[in-house]
């Protein structure tokens, strides 16, 4: 197994975006992130909740959560981000999208922003993120695809594509299509990681 597969459900990065941009996750966030806006302005649009966040904001987007977003800055709209899948507590507890405390940005912008993060960032990050679990918001609505296709393969690792599918109330190529298009992975893929 190469670097990239091992590393794959993590995307440590800078983004940075010098004109407007506009970001279509309708169906559902790929992973989950944590954010810190440096500059510029962005708003997330969700079916439940509007928030516009600017310079000096930190918050947490997760997993499967469908959204629109809209970056805009002068000159520039530069974001800190840790998208991760592995997040054991979210099995079991689903986390509201939300503001995170300020008091934890100077220890998340220690976090080296590698497109591969070795173990030591990887310490780090998780360790910041045991910190933080106490102070997310419970979410106790309909959860998306990716969170009940999650539960579903935690339920029953041996369960095949096609009654997957039909747990989640679609046809296996509807099913396929989905996650492909939130993952980039096969829906056989994303069960073999989770």
């Known amino acids: 197994m190469d670097n990239q597969q091992i590393y794959a459900g993590n995307n440590f990065r800078i983004y940075k975006y010098n004109q407007p941009r506009y970001v279509d996750r309708r169906i559902g966030s790929p992973r989950h992130y944590i954010n810190y806006l440096v500059s510029g302005h962005c708003r997330y649009v969700t079916p439940k909740i509007t928030l516009e966040f600017g310079p000096g904001d930190f918050f947490y987007i ?6 629109e977003s809209y970056w805009w800055g002068q000159p520039s709209c530069d974001m800190h981000s840790c998208g991760f899948e592995l997040f054991p507590e979210a099995r079991t507890r689903r986390f509201k999208f939300q503001t995170l405390p300020k008091e934890y940005i100077d220890e998340f912008l220690t ?5 591969l993060p070795d173990t030591p960032t990887l310490v780090k990050f998780y360790g910041l993120l045991e910190k933080l679990i106490p102070h997310l ?22 369960a095949r594509i096609p009654a997957l599918a039909r747990q989640c109330g679609l046809a296996e190529s509807t099913l396929y299509v989905h996650i492909k298009k939130l993952t980039g992975k096969t829906p056989n893929e994303y069960r073999n990681n989770q």
Request: hydrophobic share 35%.
């Open 137 to 158: 918001e419970e979410d106790h609505s309909t959860p998306s695809l990716l969170e009940t296709l999650g539960r579903l393969i935690i339920e029953d690792p041996t």
């Open 62 to 67: 997760p997993m499967g959560m469908p959204s």
């Open 111 to 115: 976090i080296p922003l590698n497109f």
